[in-house]
């Protein structure tokens, strides 16, 4: 109220606008559940059930006033949880406590002690092939790069958080390759940039027929044997495989042997695919028969390339992985095609 030349003018205060939930739509029916059911009797459950019940208050109508006499609080504890239900949802039921001191470990400081577990000791110079956790937790302690203090129970725990386990080692190659880098950069480029001239050539042998123990009939403890197979009397062969990446087409033959002859016919077949005289390229990997003087001056004259993987890198042939399922059955039906290697 303002008094102006005797005259009392009255002014009118806009009130706040009430706190009141929004409405609960699919949720209403899970709170509904949690009051009248509950969950439990640990401490947890407790706040969860209060919170519950102070929304679905809120949502009936009720003041705020009125639901912190109901729940026995505070009407600013009340404000709070109304204003974090409509940002957060179901979200804010849960209690999230911070008891204890502050951590120690940061975040950043767990990620370099995953990726320290990770590393092989060679490789940061210890003079050891596997790590312990206590090798491991005096390394992180004093290393030159991070310094991490941290106690061998707490190190168990937090690798076995993120799914590190102690195992046995696997034996595997590693390429010493002089060209690695340069041979794996230019074969990506021409997957790249050519995918649709590109093939893979391979072969995988040698193939042989097993044979494979069967069921039947017989009398008790006199079973039906077969002869072991350790003479190939019938010989052995070899499953010479060609893929075409840009078509997905995948054409093969079984040879009695790896040979210069067999290898070239093989890229033969690879430039008959694409017999418009542009040049392709052929990933295949560093048996001597693929570098003869022969296959180099045909491939020379027929505007083919030959991408050879780095050595202990056959794996990077795409034709590898397919060839194995295809010679499993080349044993008993050879896989033939309309260009054949």
């Given amino acids: 109220m303002v008094r102006r030349l005797g005259v009392l003018v009255v002014q009118a205060v806009g009130m706040a606008e009430l706190v009141r939930v929004r409405r609960p739509d699919d949720e209403g029916r899970r709170l509904q559940r949690l009051v009248r059911r509950g969950e439990g009797k640990g401490q947890a459950s407790v706040v969860r059930y209060r919170r519950a019940m102070v929304i679905l208050a809120s949502a009936g109508g009720n003041t705020v006033p009125v639901i912190a006499r109901l729940v026995q609080t505070s009407e600013d504890r009340v404000r709070e949880v109304i204003h974090n239900f409509n940002r957060l949802g179901m979200v804010c039921l849960d209690p999230k406590w911070a008891g204890g001191r502050p951590r120690r470990i940061t975040i950043d400081d767990e990620a370099f002690v995953v990726e320290t577990a990770n590393t092989r000791p060679e490789k940061l110079g210890r003079p050891f092939t596997r790590w312990s956790i206590r090798k491991l937790v005096q ?44 041979k794996l950069d230019r074969i990506e480029h021409v997957l790249d940039q050519h995918p649709d001239r590109c093939f893979a ?141």
């Fill in 201 to 341: 050539f391979d072969e995988f042998g040698p193939l042989a027929i097993h044979p494979v123990g069967g069921c039947c009939w017989a009398a008790r403890k006199k079973p039906q044997r077969l002869r072991a197979n350790y003479h190939k009397t019938c010989g052995v062969r070899q499953f010479h495989a060609a893929y075409s990446v840009g078509d997905d087409t995948m054409w093969g033959v079984c040879r009695s042997k790896k040979s210069i002859g067999n290898s070239l016919a093989a890229i033969q077949s690879c430039r008959a695919a694409r017999p418009d005289g542009e040049p392709i390229y052929v990933i295949l990997d560093n048996l001597s028969a693929h570098k003869a003087k022969k296959i180099k001056a045909w491939c020379a004259k027929n505007n083919v390339e030959l991408c050879f993987t780095p050595t202990y890198s056959s794996w990077r042939t795409r034709s590898n992985a397919t060839s194995v399922r295809c010679a499993s059955s080349s044993s008993r039906t050879p896989i033939m095609s309309t260009t054949p290697c």
């Fill in 139 to 182: 390394y992180l302690g004093n290393n030159p790069t991070w310094v991490v203090k941290i106690g061998r129970e707490r190190l168990r725990e937090l690798l076995a958080k993120h799914g590190i386990t102690f195992q046995r080692t696997k034996t595997w190659k590693e390429s010493n390759d002089p060209d690695r880098d340069p």
